[in-house]
């Protein structure tokens, strides 16, 4: 407080808009400052900020130019930004003068009438500042918060469980799905490595990986499992080593119990390396080369021969001593592919390998060449015999008891049985919608499983086909949406994929495909239709049982960052990246929508959005950290005065600044650390996706920094998006690269407390963020 002003006057750490009612010029000058906010300095938002806490009180106003003009005739409020910071240096100038007439200045007055009667000492703290990037943002504490500095913050009673992992990596991995003799299908996405047991339909999951699993084996007695991991960086950017695991598939016990273990790592030189796991050393290692390397294996009958494939080569090594020796398959008269795809041993000790030209390639070792290389040839591996396969690559062979041999084609996507000596017996082709073979396991002789490129796990036979019992999207996913009273969700992404999926059975219900991808979605609240975003700026709305388009509009020519339906279902928000807020009226039952208005006021693009539930107003974020506040049922009018929104409950939360959620954003933070955050409809709890490939569960409301939280590993990318169903009983959490969405089951939270009596009462003090146990 400046003792030269009336007691009142300022506001500790207020910098609302001004009210509504204030002139024309000063409301206009009040937009200028919103928009020119990123481009002043810290100095001037500071001086623009006490501005507005003058401006606060417009009873006031009237008697502030009356005194200047009594001072000063010349002094007006001026309408442009130099203007009004002069005119509040002014004010400054005019607090530091003691003037001893009272007819002269009013402000003294009320000084001397203070001296005579001080002011209480404790006044309520009405605001608090964060800052992103440097810029500051003011929250208001609402009204039922009397002290915000005697808050505590908890991690929440709740947690979280992983229920169910969606999808399975075949786009850019091979040989990466098995069959387990407890009957369960074993392959990997993200960083979690699923054991899926194909006739109960129930999963288990190995969790000690701590980036994207790249690579798998399983060990001749079908039990022992290892796994590799991305390298990935350190907090510093700095590459940190790749990562082995060995571990039981029955008990999902990390071991370290099988002898030696063959890795090849994904640097330049795609270093070789032998490790005895029993002593965790490394045995040997050396460079294997600099082309792209598909698959390394030890021969079965022989452990010291490891053969290794790849871009344009295929290599015999033999490890003696501690010490590797290379050796060159030679094509000799046979055109050389530009990728050897894969390879197995027979049963008579012979390598086969598949290639990008579609052939079996049948290798041998040949003796040494004496006549031709002189005194001192060796012996050579060479091609015995080349089988066309397949119309384009040979992406996996698999061998079955008895000799036989299975192969799986890219271009073709057919499935072909061969005899011991590589005659075709029967084949299959699989169906377009699942892409090109990347892998193949046998069941029991006759069943197979099927990995595909584009994310699937196929599950059949030559005679009857094969249907998906793993499915997935291809490409990184943005739009996350849970049904108002159903347990369905739908997903969408970059790979113009549109995907509802059903969390009790846990399985696609439906999938479309669409002409452009789409990045948002939201259901109707009586729950028939459901509208999508998408990256042109159009947006369509879908009869859920028919799938068919019921409604669709464009909104500008950029993309769609946000679709969010009024608690009744009369209006729908699009927020987009052209800066605006389109509003909807919507009638007959969520299929006729009709343009009501827009919200133009925002200086970046729509980030998040939410409606209170009266359904009259709207809190939105923006990509320059902007809170804004929309008086929608009078025109969309923007609200200037955001003071007078503290005390506005909210039906949904999911704007990632506002008062409530604070705490959840890390010291140092760039804007860009949470992707998305969602409020429980209980509004106890609030979950967070962030950049760093966690899921947060905070206690809602959560206004104080650094409040403590559980988080969750699983994704290998960053988060985009969180949402609850309908009876909070699961969280589904999205990655973006990794293709991958996460189930989980919300366990615990006794009472029910209320989240304004939290606020009001405040809890005891945490300190930790528990990491809770993984399975």
């Not at 129930?202 to 590799?228: E, F, I, M, N, W």
């Not at 084609?409 to 090109?436: H, M, N, T």
């Not at 799938?547 to 729908?572: A, C, I, K």
Request: charged letters at 25%.
């Amino acid at each position: 407080m400046y003792s030269g002003f009336p007691s009142g006057l300022f506001v500790d750490d207020v910098s609302a808009d001004s009210s509504a009612e204030f002139p024309d010029r000063a409301s206009m000058m009040e937009v200028r400052l919103q928009a020119q906010e990123d481009e002043i300095t810290l100095l001037k938002s500071s001086l623009a900020d006490a501005l507005r806490r003058i401006r606060l009180h417009d009873q006031l106003l009237p008697l502030l130019k009356q005194q200047l003009i009594a001072v000063s005739p010349q002094v007006v409020i001026a309408p442009t930004l130099l203007d009004s910071l002069a005119l509040y240096c002014y004010f400054l100038v005019r607090q530091k003068i003691k003037d001893p007439d009272p007819k002269h200045s009013h402000f003294t007055l009320q000084s001397h009438k203070r001296t005579q009667h001080p002011r209480k000492t404790w006044k309520r703290k009405t605001s608090i500042k964060m800052f992103i990037r440097g810029r500051p943002i003011t929250m208001y504490i609402p009204s039922n918060i009397q002290n915000y500095e005697d808050l505590k913050m908890e991690p929440p009673s709740e947690r979280l469980e992983l229920d169910w992992v969606y999808g399975y990596r075949g786009r850019d991995c091979r040989a990466n799905l098995y069959f387990l003799p407890t009957g369960e299908a074993v392959y990997f996405i993200a960083c979690v490595i699923v054991l899926y047991h194909i006739n109960n339909r129930t999963q288990r999951h190995y969790r000690k990986h701590t980036d994207c699993v790249r690579c798998l084996t399983l060990h001749p007695d079908k039990v022992r499992v290892a796994s590799g991991q991305t390298a990935g960086v350190d907090k510093d950017g700095k590459p940190l080593q790749p990562c082995v695991h060995i571990w039981d598939s029955t008990s999902l016990v990390t071991l370290q119990q099988i002898a030696f273990l063959c890795v090849i790592d994904d640097s330049n030189e795609h270093m070789l390396s032998v490790w005895d796991c029993n002593k965790g050393t490394k045995h040997a290692e050396i460079k294997s080369t600099n082309e792209a390397v598909f698959a390394v294996e030890f021969n079965p009958s022989d452990s010291t021969n490891i053969i290794t494939c790849g871009k344009s080569h295929v290599y015999f090594w033999t490890l003696s001593a501690g010490q590797f020796t290379k050796k060159q398959g030679i094509f000799g008269k046979y055109k050389k592919p530009k990728f050897i795809q894969c390879f197995v041993f027979s049963l008579t000790g012979d390598v086969l390998t598949g290639d990008s030209e579609g052939n079996i390639l049948t290798w041998g070792k040949s003796a040494a060449d004496i006549k031709t290389l002189g005194k001192g040839a060796k012996e050579t591996f060479q091609i015995m015999r080349q089988t066309r396969a397949h119309e384009g690559s040979v992406f996996t062979l698999c061998t079955l008891q008895g000799g036989a041999l299975l192969s799986g084609g890219g271009k073709d996507r057919k499935i072909i049985r061969w005899s011991a000596d590589l005659a075709p017996e029967r084949e299959c082709e699989i169906p377009e919608k699942f892409g090109a073979v990347r892998t193949i396991a046998d069941v029991d002789g006759e069943e197979l499983l099927v990995g595909t490129t584009r994310n699937a796990v196929l599950r059949g036979t030559f005679s009857d086909g094969f249907v998906a019992i793993v499915q997935g999207h291809v490409d990184e996913m943005w739009g996350l949406a849970t049904h108002p009273s159903q347990n369905i969700f739908l997903t969408c992404g970059h790979d113009r994929q549109v995907c509802l999926w059903n969390t009790e059975e846990h399985k696609l219900d439906w999938c479309i495909s669409l002409e452009e991808y789409g990045l948002c979605a939201d259901f109707c609240p009586n729950g028939s239709v459901v509208s999508v975003g998408l990256s042109t700026g159009r947006w369509m709305v879908l009869d859920l049982l028919t799938r068919e388009v019921v409604s669709e509009s464009t909104d500008g020519n950029e993309q769609l960052s946000v679709m969010r339906y009024s608690p009744d279902g009369s209006f729908l928000a699009v927020g987009s990246h052209d800066n605006f807020i389109y509003i909807y009226n919507v009638t007959e039952s969520g299929r006729r929508y009709t343009r009501f208005g827009k919200c133009n006021g925002h200086s970046s693009f729509i980030t998040h959005l939410d409606w209170s539930k009266d359904g009259k107003y709207i809190m939105s974020n923006s990509g320059d950290y902007e809170i804004l506040y929309w008086d929608i049922a009078a025109g969309c009018k923007l609200l200037r005065n955001r003071f007078e929104s503290k005390d506005r409950e909210w039906a949904s939360y999911t704007c990632v600044l506002g008062f409530h959620v604070m705490g959840v954003w890390l010291e140092g933070s760039d804007g860009t650390d949470i992707n998305a955050l969602c409020r429980s409809h209980s509004e106890r709890v609030v979950a967070v996706a962030d950049d760093f490939c966690k899921v947060h569960l905070f206690q809602y409301p959560c206004p104080k920094p650094k409040a403590p939280s559980h988080k969750y590993e699983g994704h290998g990318s960053h988060v985009t998006n969180v949402c609850f169903t309908h009876s909070d009983s699961h969280l589904l959490s999205m990655g973006g690269k990794d293709m991958c969405i996460l189930q989980w089951k919300v366990i615990g939270g006794g009472g029910m407390v209320d989240s304004r009596e939290r606020l009001a009462s405040g809890s005891s003090t945490s300190t930790s963020s528990p990491e809770p146990a993984t399975s």
